[in-house]
């Protein structure tokens, strides 16, 4: 080893004629590749930890971890270092991005990497609501990450009081337990900021209702939404009421929709099953989770995926490349898998890292943390409940909630805010099918 | 004719040099008050504007030339595609209702942000005359919100008004008010109005009471004499006075209002609930760095610029030339 580490360095020098001490850390020192990322508090460190792991494993590569904000942040910085050719090898971007980085010229297919570096990964063993969302003709576009899935928390003691055990299975029976609970003294439930992915996206995935022509998208970039046509319309209603009953509350600025749960002072929280490491750590509360409620007389599907992944990077060199694909092949390794779904909450991408958690008992010793993957694996996927592929789609989703909102407050009927929330979202996608027509 | 013949006319042109470099006696021109210039050459104003000048360049007119260029761009976000669609990014603005709202949002926001903060800073710059105990522990009060971050403060503001948790707004509910910032959009509105007045009050309060303290003693006395009340006084020679710094707060408290109340409406209500305080420079930065629209964003950015510069033009010649800036000579 050290024969062979010494005539490389005398070949490195001799190439490059540099000053040996030059050479010396160059041969010596990992090469580094850099990774961007949206990970604060518990998660980021999780994450530094997981690249730590990775370091450790081998001496060729070294990644860096680097936090750039919010994953709105982070995005606009990875434009900004694009353009001026500064870009990271990774980067961690939100799943509404997919399509801009998707068609951006900007990212090597990670599936097309990976292979080409002489990693084996079991592409077919990708959970399908993950797989799914992320693959471009035949290929996995980018490599899921931090995926998760919205569920149902639910504080135990307030449901206990007004005589029930859980929620139940239905939207509607569910609005008459909620009554109960408020006529028992409870409080109402709490809505959590990202409300429109799991009452609206998740909603219609789960009833196989469309949300929106060509397979929510999947099919072309002439894609118009239709969720004005479903009952997606009703469901703007019933939240309407519930907030005009005291079912539903509004954390706003300056409070977190999470603590409000964690605090005792809300019946239900539908969030991300990402919540548990904030949910688990609240002292005092008696809490449990089930999945998401559906539509009376609807045979519920599978839920759709938020969260993030990791993409590729074009404008790096060949060996900076095996860095960044080693690293994509050991985050999709069973065993990393596994580490970092119990670390932080999200689910696990493979079935083989879900068996490997099972195995090893993590379900009993944490239930609630296997209804997000059972729902993301319930039944066969559909074409309304395989995930949403639409460009500018953070845009659609803000005119959409704002729309929404002018319901919320009595200023339109949820018929005509949905209705100018489809039309609007279309110009949206017309302008950005405009500007990709022929790429996808 | 020798130049020395009629030495009461100024130079027809600047000199170059200041006058200690020159040779001979500098001449006393006869601007005076607040306009008079100091200077007498151009090369030394010229050398202390150049690194503020750099400045400019660097971090204002080269970005504002690329925004400039951007509005009628349509691009995706990586440059990859970049198409020349002339006035199109402006005209759809121009024909979206939702810019129409939150330009009407703008203009009520400010012009009552601008009159909130002046108005409450006259009164306590106006009364800091007539406090004769602890008038150190009144002015420091006064200043502290200038001290707290804009985003640290609407946080604040937004926490003590949640209906959820608040206090204020557990106080407002006790009297039967139907506070909710987070559903109704004139709460929210009202919100962010009163939090970036109490954030800008102070530095109205620093010129006013300034500008007050330079109103000659002599003159309000002798009014006093003559038998004039305090509202009188205060109306006929107090105010004109101190017009000129009356006419700077109300450019500044409009600028202020356009484009420095971000950060406020960022951390207070992200320009909710359903939009209704999405502010013009909000929206800007929603379009922009959000949903990563840099065409609309940079017509957004021009219009703003064209709808602040027009509106300065017109404070400066409706209200400017009333004001007489000869006051402390």
Same mark, same amino acid.
């Given at each position: 080893?050290?024969?062979?580490?010494?005539?490389?360095?005398?070949?490195?020098?001799?190439? *490059?004629?540099?000053?040996?001490?030059?050479?010396?850390?160059?041969?010596?020192?990992?090469?580094?590749?850099?990774?961007?990322?949206?990970?604060?508090?518990?998660?980021?460190?999780?994450?530094?930890?997981?690249?730590?792991?990775?370091?450790?494993?081998?001496?060729?590569?070294?990644?860096?971890?680097?936090?750039?904000?919010?994953?709105?942040?982070?995005?606009?910085?990875?434009?900004?270092?694009?353009?001026?050719?500064?870009?990271?090898?990774?980067?961690?971007?939100?799943?509404?991005?997919?399509?801009?980085?998707?068609?951006? /010229?900007?990212?090597?297919?990670?599936?097309?990497?990976?292979?080409?570096?002489?990693?084996?990964?079991?592409?077919?063993?990708?959970?399908?609501?993950?797989?799914?969302?992320?693959?471009?003709?035949?290929? $996995?576009?980018?490599?899921?990450?931090?995926?998760?899935?919205?569920? &149902?928390?639910?504080?135990?003691?307030?449901?206990?009081?007004?005589?029930?055990?859980?929620?139940?299975?239905?939207?509607?029976?569910?609005?008459?337990?909620?009554?109960?609970?408020?006529?028992?003294?409870?409080?109402?439930?709490?809505?959590?900021?990202?409300?429109?992915?799991?009452?609206?996206?998740?909603?219609?995935?789960?009833?196989?209702?469309?949300?929106?022509?060509?397979?929510?998208?999947?099919?072309?970039?002439?894609?118009?939404?239709?969720?004005?046509?479903?009952?997606?319309?009703?469901?703007?209603?019933?939240?309407?009421?519930?907030?005009?009953?005291?079912?539903?509350?509004?954390?706003?600025?300056?409070?977190?929709?999470?603590?409000?749960?964690?605090? /005792?002072?809300?019946?239900?929280?539908?969030?991300?099953?990402?919540?548990?490491?904030?949910?688990?750590?609240?002292?005092?509360?008696?809490?449990?989770?089930?999945?998401?409620?559906?539509?009376?007389?609807?045979?519920?599907?599978?839920?759709?995926?938020? /969260?993030?992944?990791?993409?590729?990077?074009?404008?790096?060199?060949?060996?900076?490349?095996?860095?960044?694909?080693?690293? &994509?092949?050991?985050?999709?390794?069973?065993?990393?898998?596994?580490?970092?779904?119990? *670390?932080?909450?999200?689910?696990?991408?493979?079935?083989?890292?879900?068996?490997?958690?099972?195995?090893?008992?993590?379900?009993?010793?944490?239930?609630?943390?296997?209804?997000?993957?059972?729902? $993301?694996?319930?039944?066969?996927?559909?074409?309304?409940?395989?995930?949403?592929?639409?460009?500018?789609?953070?845009?659609?989703?803000?005119?959409?909630?704002?729309?929404?909102?002018?319901?919320?407050? /009595?200023?339109?009927?949820?018929?005509?805010?949905?209705?100018?929330?489809?039309?609007?979202?279309?110009?949206?996608?017309?302008?950005?099918?405009?500007?990709?027509?022929?790429?996808? | 004719?020798?130049?020395?013949?009629?030495?009461?006319?100024?130079?027809?042109?600047?000199?170059?040099?200041?006058?200690?470099?020159?040779?001979?006696?500098?001449?006393?021109?006869?601007?005076? =008050? +607040?306009?008079?210039?100091?200077?007498?050459?151009?090369?030394?104003?010229?050398?202390?504007?150049?690194?503020?000048?750099?400045?400019?360049?660097?971090?204002?007119? +080269?970005?504002?030339?690329?925004?400039?260029?951007?509005?009628?761009?349509?691009?995706?976000?990586?440059?990859?595609?970049?198409?020349?669609?002339?006035?199109?990014? +402006?005209?759809?603005?121009?024909?979206?209702?939702?810019?129409?709202?939150?330009?009407?949002?703008? @203009?009520?926001?400010?012009?009552?942000?601008?009159?909130?903060?002046?108005?409450?800073?006259?009164?306590?710059?106006?009364?800091?005359?007539? @406090?004769?105990?602890?008038?150190?522990?009144?002015?420091?009060?006064?200043?502290?919100?200038?001290?707290?971050?804009?985003?640290?403060?609407?946080?604040?503001?937004?926490?003590?008004?949640?209906?959820?948790?608040?206090?204020?707004?557990?106080?407002?509910?006790?009297?039967?008010?139907?506070?909710?910032?987070?559903?109704? =959009? #004139?709460? !929210?509105?009202?919100?962010?109005?009163?939090?970036?007045?109490?954030?800008?009050?102070?530095?109205?309060?620093?010129?006013?009471?300034?500008?007050?303290?330079? @109103?000659?003693?002599?003159?309000?006395?002798?009014?006093?004499?003559?038998?004039?009340?305090?509202?009188?006084?205060?109306?006929?020679?107090?105010?004109?006075?101190?017009?000129?710094?009356?006419?700077?707060?109300?450019?500044?408290?409009? @600028?202020?209002?356009?484009?420095?109340?971000?950060?406020?409406?960022?951390?207070?209500?992200?320009?909710?609930?359903?939009?209704?305080?999405?502010?013009?420079?909000?929206?800007?930065?929603? #379009? =922009?760095?959000?949903?990563? #629209?840099?065409?609309?964003?940079? !017509?957004?950015?021009?219009?703003?610029?064209?709808?602040?510069?027009?509106?300065?033009?017109?404070?400066?010649?409706?209200?400017?030339?009333?004001?007489?800036?000869?006051?402390?000579?």
């Amino acid at each position: 080893m050290a024969t062979a580490l010494s005539r490389r360095t005398v070949l490195a020098a001799g190439a *490059a004629a540099l000053p040996l001490f030059h050479v010396r850390t160059a041969a010596a020192a990992p090469r580094e590749i850099k990774f961007w990322h949206a990970m604060s508090g518990v998660n980021g460190e999780r994450l530094e930890e997981m690249t730590r792991q990775f370091n450790a494993s081998q001496t060729e590569y070294s990644v860096t971890p680097i936090f750039k904000g919010t994953y709105d942040e982070l995005i606009n910085a990875t434009v900004a270092a694009y353009r001026t050719r500064t870009q990271p090898q990774l980067v961690q971007i939100y799943e509404r991005g997919f399509m801009t980085m998707l068609l951006s /010229g900007a990212v090597v297919p990670v599936q097309e990497l990976v292979a080409a570096h002489g990693h084996n990964i079991n592409w077919a063993d990708f959970i399908k609501p993950i797989a799914g969302y992320y693959t471009h003709k035949g290929k $996995l576009a980018a490599m899921p990450f931090n995926s998760s899935t919205p569920i &149902l928390f639910y504080n135990k003691a307030h449901f206990a009081k007004a005589g029930f055990d859980k929620p139940a299975e239905t939207w509607a029976a569910l609005d008459e337990q909620l009554r109960k609970v408020k006529d028992a003294g409870g409080p109402g439930s709490i809505m959590a900021g990202d409300y429109h992915w799991s009452w609206f996206e998740n909603y219609s995935a789960i009833n196989d209702y469309q949300y929106a022509t060509k397979n929510n998208g999947f099919e072309g970039l002439d894609t118009e939404f239709t969720y004005n046509r479903t009952p997606v319309v009703q469901q703007v209603g019933r939240m309407k009421r519930w907030l005009d009953d005291g079912l539903l509350q509004i954390s706003g600025a300056g409070v977190s929709p999470t603590a409000v749960f964690t605090s /005792g002072r809300s019946a239900t929280f539908i969030a991300s099953t990402a919540s548990h490491s904030a949910v688990m750590a609240a002292g005092g509360l008696e809490w449990g989770a089930v999945p998401l409620p559906y539509e009376e007389g609807r045979t519920p599907r599978n839920s759709v995926i938020g /969260g993030a992944v990791l993409w590729a990077l074009r404008g790096h060199g060949q060996a900076e490349n095996a860095g960044t694909a080693a690293f &994509l092949a050991f985050s999709a390794k069973p065993e990393t898998q596994v580490w970092w779904h119990k *670390a932080t909450g999200y689910v696990p991408a493979t079935n083989a890292a879900y068996e490997l958690a099972k195995r090893e008992g993590w379900y009993k010793q944490a239930p609630t943390q296997e209804i997000a993957i059972q729902q $993301l694996m319930r039944g066969e996927p559909t074409a309304n409940s395989l995930g949403y592929r639409f460009g500018n789609f953070t845009q659609t989703m803000l005119a959409q909630r704002e729309e929404a909102e002018r319901s919320f407050a /009595g200023q339109k009927t949820p018929q005509q805010a949905m209705d100018d929330a489809v039309s609007r979202g279309n110009e949206i996608l017309r302008r950005f099918e405009r500007l990709n027509a022929g790429r996808y | 004719m020798s130049e020395t013949a009629i030495p009461t006319l100024p130079p027809p042109r600047r000199a170059l040099w200041p006058a200690f470099l020159r040779k001979g006696k500098a001449k006393r021109r006869s601007v005076q =008050g +607040i306009k008079a210039s100091g200077f007498e050459g151009q090369l030394l104003p010229l050398l202390l504007l150049t690194p503020q000048l750099l400045i400019l360049l660097l971090f204002f007119f +080269i970005p504002a030339v690329r925004g400039l260029a951007q509005a009628f761009l349509l691009q995706d976000p990586f440059g990859q595609e970049v198409h020349f669609v002339g006035l199109e990014n +402006i005209m759809a603005l121009l024909r979206s209702a939702e810019y129409h709202e939150s330009l009407r949002l703008s @203009v009520l926001f400010t012009i009552a942000t601008t009159v909130l903060t002046f108005s409450v800073a006259l009164v306590l710059a106006f009364a800091t005359d007539r @406090v004769t105990r602890g008038r150190t522990t009144y002015r420091a009060v006064l200043l502290i919100p200038y001290a707290i971050a804009p985003a640290v403060a609407g946080f604040v503001w937004a926490f003590l008004f949640n209906p959820l948790v608040g206090p204020a707004a557990t106080f407002l509910h006790s009297l039967g008010i139907a506070w909710d910032p987070n559903r109704n =959009g #004139d709460d !929210a509105m009202l919100l962010v109005i009163l939090t970036a007045s109490w954030k800008h009050l102070c530095y109205n309060y620093i010129f006013l009471v300034a500008a007050l303290a330079a @109103v000659p003693r002599s003159v309000i006395e002798a009014a006093a004499v003559d038998g004039a009340g305090p509202l009188r006084r205060f109306a006929w020679i107090t105010f004109p006075m101190i017009a000129p710094t009356v006419f700077f707060l109300i450019i500044m408290n409009t @600028v202020y209002g356009l484009f420095e109340t971000f950060a406020i409406i960022d951390a207070t209500t992200q320009g909710g609930p359903a939009a209704a305080t999405s502010i013009l420079v909000y929206k800007v930065y929603v #379009d =922009g760095f959000i949903n990563l #629209d840099l065409g609309s964003s940079a !017509a957004q950015s021009v219009l703003l610029m064209i709808f602040a510069v027009c509106l300065t033009v017109i404070q400066f010649r409706l209200i400017e030339r009333r004001i007489s800036y000869e006051v402390s000579q």
